[in-house]
Nanobody, 123 residues
Framework: QVQLVESGGGLVQAGGSLRLSCAAS????????MGWFRQAPGKEREFVAA???????YYANSVKGRFTISRDNAKNTVYLQMNSLKPEDTAVYYC?????????????????WGQGTQVTVSS
């Protein structure tokens, strides 16, 4: 059974940083794409960042230059480094695992999801 477990969320002041981790078990994701999505209260879940099997990365315009996605295949873990956080980054952040190698901004292309971790940025 595939499981994705996020950690690293919390409360931070605007301008601060957090690093989210997503530990995978039940499957080796080194050859597959992984992504991060987020859902703010009253809003639909949206794409944040993705990393392909080749380590090519993709970002939403709203986080480009501030967030960095990376992976450690030896640990079967994906990270999201978030810098210069803004109150509008407040959301539940979800890790997602794809069944394919190429990254996608569409949540429909991801087969596996974590339970989410709350990130709250105070002004």
């Amino acid at each position: 059974q595939v499981q994705l477990v996020e950690s690293g969320g919390g409360l931070v002041q605007a301008g601060g940083s957090l690093r989210l981790s997503c530990a995978a078990s039940g499957r080796t994701f080194g050859s597959y794409a992984m992504g991060w999505f987020r859902q703010a209260p009253g809003k639909e879940r949206e794409f944040v960042a993705a990393i392909a099997w080749s380590d090519t990365t993709y970002y939403a315009n709203s986080v480009k230059g501030r967030f960095t996605i990376s992976r450690d295949n030896a640990k079967n873990t994906v990270y999201l480094q978030m810098n210069s956080l803004k109150p509008e980054d407040t959301a539940v952040y979800y890790c997602a695992g794809s069944g394919g190698s190429y990254a996608s901004t569409s949540e429909g292309q991801y087969d596996y999801w974590g339970q989410g971790t709350q990130v709250t940025v105070s002004s």
